[in-house]
């Protein structure tokens, strides 16, 4: 059963639910999962979404901030979520496909503006959380899994425009990136985003600050895909919807696709 996934920090699904509604009917992924849903899981636009053939729709919310979802063409069992970090925010959904796959959508704290965790709680919060995402994966080795969301965290040097320039930012700071490779690791999770595009400067979000953002280009990869070995071998087609960061009153994020042979 090929599907393809695609995963999008929308930032506001009730704000922005006509963008929804305009990559379900252009791209029709099969499984499209959504960070920053800012919604309680009752006011998210289902209808909308259903009448587009989703009909599958499993959801953490919370009002105003956070909230993931995951809408599906293919049926879909809940399959829970966790407090990582013990944070009480709606960041991580689980939910399984009629073939087996378990999709894990994820929304990592962003971290705030200062790496230091001494001064800065919210720095401190975003390496509990990895750890926490760490320890799972090595406690209980996934199998069979997709793992996507915004991870708010660009590891490699050319998933930024200036690694140089970005070394003491928070999403590139090399104690942010070393915590989510031991996360990778713990999990054996392969990056399907960077198997299908292994070269060249690649970005999923740009800043609203910047007055152009296309021709400045300064981009950050901070929204993933990754895979399970036992299917990665299957992925491919990864893709970045850059022209949607171009939509009227969008996401700074664009959506990341895969698709999966299975």
């Given at each position: 059963m090929p ?8 930032n506001s ?16 992924p ?11 899981v ?24 956070n909230g ?9 069992r809940d ?26 959508n ?14 800065n ?7 509990d ?47 942010e ?27 999923s979000?740009?800043s ?20 399970t ?7 491919h ?17 664009a ?8």
């Amino acid at each position: 059963m090929p599907f393809t996934l695609a995963t999008w920090n929308i930032n506001s699904v009730r704000l922005r639910e006509a963008l929804v509604c305009k990559l379900l009917t252009e791209e029709a992924p099969d499984v499209l999962c959504l960070q920053e849903c800012k919604s309680p899981v009752e006011k998210i636009p289902m209808e909308a979404f259903r009448a587009l053939g989703y009909g599958h729709v499993v959801a953490r919310g919370q009002k105003g901030y956070n909230g993931v979802a995951i809408l599906s063409k293919l049926p879909l069992r809940d399959v829970g979520d966790r407090d990582f970090a013990g944070l009480g925010h709606a960041r991580h959904v689980a939910a399984e496909l009629e073939n087996g796959v378990t999709v894990h959508n994820f929304y990592v704290p962003a971290g705030g503006d200062v790496p230091d965790r001494e001064v800065n709680e919210k720095f401190g919060q975003k390496l509990d959380y990895l750890a926490e995402m760490r320890d799972v994966f090595r406690e209980d080795a996934p199998k069979k899994s997709v793992l996507v969301g915004d991870l708010n965290i660009a590891p490699r040097e050319d998933d930024v425009w200036s690694h140089k320039q970005l070394l003491k930012v928070v999403s590139h700071t090399p104690v942010e990136v070393e915590a989510l490779a031991q996360a990778q690791e713990a999990g054996n999770w392969v990056d399907i985003t960077r198997k299908d595009i292994p070269e060249g400067q690649l970005y999923s979000w740009w800043s609203y600050r910047a007055r152009d953002w296309d021709a400045a280009d300064k981009g950050r990869r901070l929204d993933h895909v990754w895979a399970t070995p036992d299917i990665a071998g299957a992925a491919h087609s990864s893709r970045v919807l850059r022209a949607a960061r171009g939509w009227e009153k969008p996401s700074d994020h664009a959506p990341v696709f895969a698709t999966f042979d299975l």
